[in-house]
């Protein structure tokens, strides 16, 4: 059997090698070793704020997400028929040489942020196209540090009858590791909800690969920032101050509106750097000191009153500021909940189920001291510290993304441990028993909810006032007797 085993072994990588390259085929893992994925006691910090509001146009530029339309086409190798006993055979994911296979920073974002996008399920999006091809021009670059994958689709060129500008839902998202660069992409699947969008599937869903690298545009704006910025109905003229980066430290900078209209975009429907401004330190402008510079409304804040009263360049941005400026949760985002009310409930049974034995492998990150090919299996690293410390900082705009990274757990353990792993196993009790208390929570506010506003109709379902008065009825035995039910 041994024998056997290594001939299909030795089988299976000369087949690989043998596979033509494909410079812009996303690819998962291989078949995961079989070892138990303990995690270790190091604790999770949180970055240091990005800019949440503004691209930074002087010094260094942050970092921003973006990426391209369109899904290469999977080259498989023949399928073979491989026996249970060959579960347990190890894998070697091939990194290229040079490469780190440590994960981007961004993807253990746990504060909320303005800009560089960072897509979770359910959020609403604007998509510009002009700034898609600006992005794309500054992913060609060959020191963007963009993959192949990325920069090399134009999805305006797609025969899709777009628009300008779209209205998208993300419907599905995936962080995945490219095969020949070995770089960590978000690929998302988005619908069009514009009014008049196709009804065509084909035509209504496409796919988006997210990638943050420098010098490059967001083309994918919340739509909650977009009319937050159309409301303020700009004017030539108008004061205004946006964020740049200097030594690493965002601070503010004043400018005035000069202009209205980019005659460079020529798309009268679009928002995308709409702006002519002039800062007040203008030779930092490119264009000298009677030279503009063209930003996007979202990227900048008005300021009021006298000029003489406003705040002096180069203040530094607080946390607070970007707590102000991040995304504000809108009715249905927790259901009946607000985000407060959501967390009082679940934040402790998130304790508890941390402190639970079977959550031994997924409270903190994964030691990678121990377990040192980990980042070559898994894209997404995900425990329940992060999960704590995102849901506690307002990182989560809905639901939704809260369960896409608990069901992200098993997804990890699975594609590093296999799919019958004892840590699958549990990882399954961890995941289901969270989803099934926090569903438990949603039921019993719903019925509260809806039994308080038929009673007054002048109390809002949504209010705060409503939230104080609804108690979890959840104690720590029924976290117990949870984990009990799913480990039978």
């Known amino acids: 059997m041994d024998d056997e085993i290594e001939r299909i072994k030795q089988e299976d990588l000369e087949e690989a090698n043998e596979l033509p390259a494909n410079d812009d085929e996303p690819s998962t893992s291989r078949r995961p070793p079989p070892t138990r994925a303990r995690a270790g006691k190091a604790s999770i910090e949180a970055p240091p704020p990005r800019v949440p509001n503004g691209s930074a146009r002087r010094g260094k530029r942050p970092a921003k997400a973006a990426g391209v339309v369109g899904e290469a086409t999977r080259r498989k190798a023949p399928a073979k028929k491989i026996k249970l006993e060959l579960e347990n055979l190890p894998a070697t994911a091939i990194v290229p040489k040079g490469v780190d296979p440590t994960p981007p920073k ?100 496409f796919k988006i690969l997210l990638q943050e690298i420098p010098d490059a545009e967001d083309f994918l704006i919340l739509k909650q920032f977009v009319d937050q910025s159309r409301a303020l109905h700009l004017t030539a003229g108008q004061r205004v101050r946006t964020l740049f980066n200097e030594a690493d430290k965002w601070k503010w900078f004043n400018g005035e509106i000069k202009q209205i209209g980019n005659p460079a975009v020529n798309v009268a429907e679009s928002d995308f750097h709409s702006l002519g401004i002039r800062w007040d330190e203008s030779e930092h402008v490119a264009g000298g000191e009677e030279g503009v510079e063209w930003l996007s409304p979202w990227e900048v804040s008005p300021l009021g009153g006298d000029r003489g009263e406003e705040p002096r360049d180069g203040i530094e941005f607080t946390s607070e500021e970007l707590l102000e400026m991040a995304y504000k949760p809108e009715p249905g985002d927790w259901d009946c909940f607000s985000l407060e009310a959501f967390r009082q409930r679940v934040l402790p049974l998130l304790s508890e189920i941390t402190e639970n034995s079977h959550a031994e492998f997924f409270a903190a990150p994964v030691d990678t001291e121990q377990f040192h090919d980990y980042f070559h299996y898994v894209a997404a690293p995900v425990d329940l510290m992060m999960i704590r410390s995102r849901l506690e900082n307002g990182f989560y705009r809905h639901r939704s993304a809260l369960r896409h990274d608990v069901e992200q757990i098993v997804k990890n353990s699975a594609t590093y441990n296999g799919p019958l792993h004892v840590a699958t196993k549990e990882a399954n009790i961890i995941a289901s028993v969270f989803l099934e208390l926090i569903g438990y929570v949603q039921q019993l506010f719903h019925i509260r909810c809806l039994q308080t506003v038929h009673t007054n109709p002048l109390r809002q379902r949504f209010s705060d006032t409503l939230d104080s008065h609804v108690e979890c009825e959840i104690d720590t035995h029924k976290v117990t007797d949870r984990f009990n039910k799913s480990s039978e």
Do not use: C, M
């Open 106 to 205: 961004w993807l253990s974002e746990v504060l909320p942020r303005r800009t560089p996008y960072y897509p979770q399920i359910d959020d609403l999006l604007y998509y510009f196209i002009e700034a898609h091809k600006s992005f794309n021009s500054a992913a060609h670059s060959e020191d963007s540090g963009a993959d192949r994958a990325v920069h090399a689709n134009r999805p305006w060129e797609l025969p899709l009858d777009w628009n300008t500008v779209e209205l998208v839902k993300v419907t599905e998202l995936e962080i995945i590791i490219t095969k020949q660069q070995f770089k960590r992409i978000a690929k998302i699947t988005v619908e069009r909800i514009s009014d008049g969008a196709p009804t065509d599937p084909k035509k209504r869903f």
